[in-house]
């Protein structure tokens, strides 16, 4: 057994300060000369891509996302996932997961929108819980993140997010605190942005009043990735680890600090402390492997992730023509009907082993000969991707100058590179490329030529200049806000006709994120053409499924959404292909609410999220009834946009303004915002319809214990015609606050799979907490003695029984 103490009596302070620090990119420093092995650590949430770049690298197994997964409301499901993903970052020689994501969705726009569970603190809680102890039961470390308030991506690195205290401790520190209290998690993330105007990674009364001194946290606090920007003052509030490597604020700059009396040695002794007892925890201590990354496909994994993928479908409407039959013919319509959106953008994304689209999948269930097929318009943010072997060539400088010193091919036309970029670059932050392609128009006419780089970038095709993003570059909101909004350009192409793409592209300063990266996609605009054709294909089959949504170009980290409409041309899409034949079935794909013009045309709807590398086939067991659709949102749909709870003429209070962004709403975010206002949302938080029907009765609620503690019970009877599953909902309501509360809160639930006709006891304990608010003024959890009243739904909308109960006054600690 490793005596972590002893260890760190033998260590000089350069030693020590050399492991508050990457080394690389995803790595600590090993010290050979006291056996200390090397801390490797991988993105991401629903995957590892291990080592590589965000995009190409060793193939992983694709999860499905945040969102997806808090609809299933399954803690053991998310169990198994924990564990598999450990599997998954011990392919790729790693033995820390920056995952999960726990953030609140706040908003409905947020970019990050689809890596988080849920709007609800005590279900992300639930489901972090799971997760956590999941894959930590496997040896390797969570890392919950982003801690905290950052529930939007807009000047995300730089933003304050000014949160009180009540609202904080009720809402966004929920899950954080279930994670170590409950789940013992060894690493927390601290977020990019400010809380109440003091960055994240250097807030003492974060890190280590809140974090280690309320909550006893034990374990390793990192940055996010460039997310320290101090030296004494991070290391100070708490932050041990400063990532990634090579540190830029660290290293010999510590060691100045410490010299200088602005750091003590005793508080590095503490920093190094937790991160040897993270290696300890992880076998990182003594491994000293050289790094091997595998494509470890497994046959379990696919299983779980086909079987997470349909147990997330949230069935929002059917009038009874679901599940399909298996016979007749079915159109099978949409710009995600043969493209499989398995997952969102930026650090979640990964080269997943294959993709099913959902043609892909219904065509294995029931064969292709019954399928027909229209696009009907397009749902690209940006031009598509050029999916053509592209190669880059590499320049020293940033003059395009002399031999290429390195040559690599890739499969499309994106570049995105972090440091070291390529072998044989002096300097990746002084450098410039070329890249080269070849396009074959499928169509006569104009095509329009997209090009979005983090860095000076020009697009030729046959020597003709198309676009320029060079002279006149302008920072947007691409690739992490490092890159410029989308250039474009327009050209008449020639039918099958091969024309040759240059891209030239130069690397200028960074603002915060080492982000070099350049995009060129070409494509046509979408015509109304192209929807008559699908209506007329829709017509001719017994039934027509239209697979609509966004993409990963939409749902991303490091850009908000403007609106929550359909993008291009869909929703005119969806009106065609109903009135072509009204035996229609919707399935969405997006990574939050979106709003439905349509909806009371439309005979079922079904919400699938991205559902990792197994959606054709996930999608297609839901469609075809050989899974049952239990999940259930995780977060309200608003009829519109201008419903959802951070709606306010200030742009202070959504999405930001002038380095602040405001939770004016404090603790009424998400049913409760809807609830308070008398908003009836488009689907409440909570809902899914199942092929099958349920019924709740008998609820008991007990008299409350020494502890406060009370244990509700009922009565779950499965009342239709086959198996499936519901999820019970427990919410409580002070209704004699003396402060604005809730409506009603989430304070339990339960998944309960039942045969046809069982019925089951399902009971729960909620404890003291779930009747407390936070008194900011005296800074303790209260129970304003009175009346609560218990009640039980299958939804915040679909409230079926209530029961009260009296508790006493009383305070708890923090």
Known sequence: MIDVKTLLDEMTLAEQVSLLSGDSFWSLPCIQRLGIGTLRLTDGPNGARGAGSLIGGVSAAAFPVGIALGATWNPGLMRAVGEALAEEVQSKGAHVSLAPTINIQRSVTN??????????????????????????????????????????EIERTTISSDIDERTLREVYLVPFEAAVKRAKTWAVM?????????????????????????????????????????????????????????????????????????????????????????????????????????????????????????????????????????????????????????MGGGSAQLNPHYTVSPWQGLAGAIGEANLHYAQGCTNHRFEPLIEHPTTFEFFQGRELLGDPVKVVEEP???????????????????????????????????????????????????GELVVDAWTCWTRGTTFFEEGCEEVV????????????????????????????????????????????????????????????????????????????????????????????????????????????????????????????????????????????????????????WLDNPTQSDDPEVYPGKNGHVRYDEGVFVGYRHYDRAGTKPLFPFGHGLGYTSFAIADLTVGTPD????????????????????????IYVSDTEASLPRPVKELKAFAKVALERGESRRVTFTLDARAFAFFDAAERCWRIEGGEFTVMAGLSAGDIRLAATVTQASATMPR
Not at 275 to 291: P, Q, S, Y
Not at 421 to 447: C, K, N, Q, W, Y
């Open 111 to 152: 970019g990050r929108n689809f890596e988080c569970y849920s709007e609800d603190p005590v279900l992300t809680a639930e489901l972090a819980v799971g997760f956590i102890e999941g894959m930590q039961a496997k040896k390797v470390s969570a890392t919950v993140k982003h801690f905290v308030g950052n529930e939007s």
């Open 190 to 342: 601290s977020s990019y942005n400010k809380l109440n105007g003091t960055y994240t990674a250097e807030n003492h009364w974060l890190l280590t009043e809140v974090l280690r001194g309320d909550w006893g946290f034990d374990g390793v606090v990192m940055s996010d990735w460039f997310g320290s920007r101090s030296t004494a003052p991070t290391v100070n509030a708490g932050l041990d680890l400063e990532m990634p490597g090579p540190s830029r604020d660290r290293g010999d700059k510590l060691l100045a600090a410490i010299e200088s009396g602005e750091v003590s040695v005793e508080t590095i002794r503490d920093c190094v402390q937790n991160i040897l007892t993270l290696m300890v925890r992880t076998g990182a201590i003594d491994d000293h492997r050289e790094l091997k990354e595998r494509a470890d496909d497994r046959p379990e994994h696919r299983a779980l992730i086909r079987r997470a993928g349909a147990e997330s479908a949230v069935l929002l409407q059917n009038d009874g023509i679901l599940p399909l039959p298996q016979q007749g013919t079915v159109a099978v319509i949409g710009p995600n009907a043969k493209a499989a959106q398995i």
């Open 412 to 462: 499309s036309s994106l570049g995105v590179w972090l440091p070291p970029v390529a072998d044989g670059l002096v300097d990746p932050h002084h450098f410039s490329a070329r890249m080269r392609t070849r396009f074959t128009a499928a169509e006569d006419g104009i095509h329009r030529i997209g090009l979005t780089s983090a860095g000076l970038g020009r697009v030729y095709v046959d």
């Open 489 to 640: 350009g327009e050209i008449t192409l020639e039918a099958g006709r091969t024309y040759e793409i240059v891209a030239e592209y130069v690397r200028h300063d960074h603002v915060n994120l080492y982000i070099a990266a350049i995009r060129v996609g070409i494509g046509k605009v979408s015509a109304e053409a192209e929807i008559s054709e699908a209506a007329a294909v829709a017509a001719k089959a017994d039934r027509a499924v239209v697979f609509v949504g966004r993409t990963s170009d939409w749902d991303t980290e490091g850009s908000d959404l403007r609106d929550i409409a359909l993008p291009g041309l869909q929703d005119r899409l969806v009106d065609a292909v109903i009135a072509a034949n009204p035996n229609t079935v919707v399935v969405l794909q997006t990574g939050g609410p979106v709003e439905m013009p349509w909806l009371s045309k439309a005979r079922a709807v079904l919400q699938c999220w991205y559902p990792g590398q197994e959606a054709g086939n996930a999608i297609a067991d839901v469609l075809l009834g050989k899974a049952e659709p239990s999940g259930r949102l995780a977060q309200s749909f608003p009829a519109r």
């Open 706 to 729: 020494g502890a406060g503690s009370v244990t509700v019970a009922l009565k779950l009877t499965n009342t239709g015609e086959r198996a499936g599953a519901t999820v019970v909902q």
